[in-house]
């Protein structure tokens, strides 16, 4: 696509290079965000001063982040620092950039407004938040900033008219109307159908936007079902900034997408969903997993508890697959989530599946979801989990899973007073919005209990779901970091996306009740581990991702050839 080219500016620069590997503990963990950007640009350009390569990174991986994250604060600033390490844009470019660089660095938010902000995003009332918005953004001081502040919140509320109206609010000048036309491109992007928003990111300057225009065009290619275009696009993307994690993975999967299972290979799966007073959400999760191809698979539901129609909802299902395709358990009281799980898992025909897939009563469900994850794991028998991409139900389709890993650091000591904070796992995408940087396929340490498929074997040498964290919260990374230590991992298939309707229970907590509950459960998941054995899990995780890495880079390197 000749429309999404762009000008090469960046010095040339290996993928993969040892100070990565000695220097960066975490380097494969996921560059998808830009917090993880300045984290490692700090590094980068420290060790620049002696090694020619991380100079040549950090160029590149700060103009990429400047380009793909323009209002976050970081990222100016380490764009500005690139030209004395040899960046060539254009005056234009370098305007904008040093411009962005005061505007976000040197302004201080008001404390009580900031709360206020937080508030309103969080309500349906668009009178109000417009109102808000006329007043903060149209600030000729601090109006940039406040766009910065509250950008990510507008685009998740799921009003294409309120993000675009707020562009409008600003007071640009000459030098930053550049941003309002690249702002306005990402709104396009999250907001509108791909075939109408890639035009809009075309439009897009090239000589300020290059790869980002680049990266997001090919996104929607995709989206578009031209996967050979797309490709082509990252490809030469690729080549300009191979060291970027996330690009690799995504642009190898392309040359290797998941291959869908068939009937066969569905005949040891058991389909796994419990629920408490959820009916109308249950209903809706049965009637997608009902349309959805799940070949020879057996459903065994749980009622748990509930007070509502739940048991209707279930009866029904029950007469729409077969009463010998779907099985329902039915418990007087709720006994949590753990409990829940342990019952289905305990079940004869469960017990004699190979796998079982657990599912959340608030998902929707793709028509080969089940065929994808049994693909995924495919010829892999010492896999212990397999999971995929978790985002919102509703458009724009915000994330709020994909893999978990381990920080590879040794458990801290608490501070006196303070709670322990041993178990760190790097999250790498909750909360942020969908720009396809996760549809990957790798190993990790765990995947989102919202739809996951166990490995029966695992439960044989790990064990269930530990009661200790009833009624839920944490339950599943515990049984996950239990199947790694046993010798079986996790699988994460990003290709593969599921909308879930409501957010986690972590994230939903909010009384003191709520909070102290997954307080609790933390402090038991912190103390449950030794230090040698989570020093274990987070290097052995550490091996796996550069060694899928490194394969994927070689392969990339072979295939397309490499300018470094």
């Known amino acids: 696509m000749n429309e999404l080219n762009f000008t090469q500016v ?19 963990l996921g560059m998808g965000q830009p917090d993880n950007l300045a984290a490692m640009l700090k590094g980068l350009n420290l060790l620049g001063k002696e090694h020619p390569g991380c100079r040549a990174a950090a160029v590149g991986m700060s103009l990429w982040g400047f380009q793909s994250h323009p209002l976050n604060p970081n990222m100016p600033h380490w764009a500005a620092n690139s030209y004395g390490n040899g960046l060539t844009t254009s005056p234009k470019l370098k305007a904008l950039i040093l411009r962005l660089t005061a505007a976000l660095a040197t302004v201080e938010l008001d404390p009580e407004h900031m709360d206020t902000w937080y508030a309103l995003a969080r309500q349906d009332d668009r009178s109000l938040i417009l109102r808000f918005l006329t007043v903060m953004l149209s600030q000729p001081t601090n109006g940039i900033a406040w766009l910065a502040h509250c950008w990510q919140d507008l685009i998740h509320l799921g009003k294409p008219e309120i993000p675009k109206a707020a562009l409008d609010m600003v007071s640009w000048d000459e030098t930053t109307l550049e941003i309002k036309e690249r702002m306005h491109a990402e709104w396009a992007f999250h907001c509108l159908p791909a075939e109408e928003a890639l035009p809009v990111v075309q439009s897009l300057n090239e000589e300020c936007w290059g790869l980002w225009r680049a990266y997001a065009g090919a996104e929607l290619l995709q989206r578009m079902g031209k996967k050979g275009a797309a490709k082509g696009v990252l490809a030469t993307l690729w080549k300009a900034i191979p060291w970027h994690i996330n690009l690799t993975l995504k642009l190898y999967d392309l040359f290797h997408p998941v291959q869908l299972a068939d009937d066969t290979d569905t005949q040891g799966v058991a389909i796994l969903a419990y629920s408490w007073n959820k009916a109308d959400l249950l209903a809706d999760t049965l009637a ?13 539901t749980l009622n748990n508890g509930s007070t509502d129609h739940t048991a209707d909802v279930l009866r029904a299902a029950q007469d729409r697959f077969g009463a010998d395709r779907f099985h329902i358990e039915t418990l007087p009281i709720n006994v949590g989530a753990p409990a829940a799980r ?24 793709p028509p080969h979801w089940l065929k994808h994850l049994l693909g995924a794991a495919k010829g892999q028998e010492n896999l212990g989990v397999v999971g995929c991409r978790i985002t919102a139900a509703t458009s724009p389709f915000g994330l709020q899973s994909a893999d978990y890993n381990l920080f590879p650091a040794p458990p801290a000591q608490p501070e006196p007073g303070k709670l322990p904070n041993r178990v760190l796992v790097f999250d790498n995408c909750a909360g942020s919005t969908d720009t396809g940087l996760f549809t990957y396929t790798r190993p990790c340490l765990s ?11 695992a439960v044989e040498k790990a064990g269930v779901f530990d009661l200790r964290y009833t009624p839920s919260q944490f339950d599943d990374l515990d049984r996950d970091l239990r199947s790694a230590l046993a010798g079986m991992p996790a699988l994460y298939t990003g290709s593969l996306a599921i909308r879930h309707v409501q957010h986690s229970s972590l994230a939903k907590s909010q009384t003191s009740k709520q909070i102290g509950h997954v307080m609790g459960n933390k402090f038991k998941l912190d103390t449950k581990y030794t230090d040698d054995e989570l020093a274990t899990l987070a290097s052995s995780t550490i091996v796996r991702l550069w060694a899928d890495f490194q394969m994927k880079h070689d392969f990339l390197v072979d295939h397309l050839g490499h300018r470094a």
Request: with cysteine; glycine share 6%; aromatic share 10%.
């Open 10 to 28: 960046l010095p040339a620069c290996a993928g993969i290079q040892p100070e990565f590997k000695n220097r960066f503990s975490g380097w494969p």
């Open 288 to 300: 997608s997993l009902a349309d959805s191809d799940i070949g020879n698979a057996k459903v065994f």
């Open 342 to 365: 342990n019952w289905l898992l305990a079940l004869p025909e469960v017990r004699a599946s190979r796998w079982a897939a657990f599912l959340d009563d608030d998902i929707v469900l």
């Open 447 to 457: 995947v989102s209990g919202c739809c996951h498929m166990i490995n029966m074997q």
